[in-house]
């Protein structure tokens, strides 16, 4: 099952779609973990590996709104930007 529509011999842009969403999935399981009441939690998305904790629940926050970003971009990329409407300046 994909995603959304991309020529599924290419896999570059849905690896990477992958890895996003994992990175995703990790920062969320790391936010949990410290809300919870976690002294200390291991991020690793593959990209880094830090150790957190409550005080930096803000960078947590920050690291997650980039990986959903990366998502919808890398979504975008493999499905098109969507519908574009566009209204005539006259």
């Known amino acids: 099952?994909?995603?959304?529509?991309?020529?599924?011999?290419?896999?570059?842009?849905?690896?990477?779609?992958a890895a996003a969403k994992a990175s995703v999935i990790s920062y969320e399981a790391a936010i949990e973990a410290v809300k919870g009441g976690a002294q200390s939690y291991r991020l690793n998305t593959s990209q880094t590996d830090q150790s957190v904790t409550k005080a930096s629940l803000a960078t947590l926050q920050t690291g997650l709104d980039s990986a959903l970003n990366r998502v919808a971009t890398l979504e975008a990329r493999l499905c098109g930007s969507g519908v574009t409407h566009v209204v005539p300046g006259w």
């Open 1 to 17: 099952m994909s995603d959304c529509c991309y020529d599924p011999t290419d896999t570059f842009w849905s690896d990477r779609l």
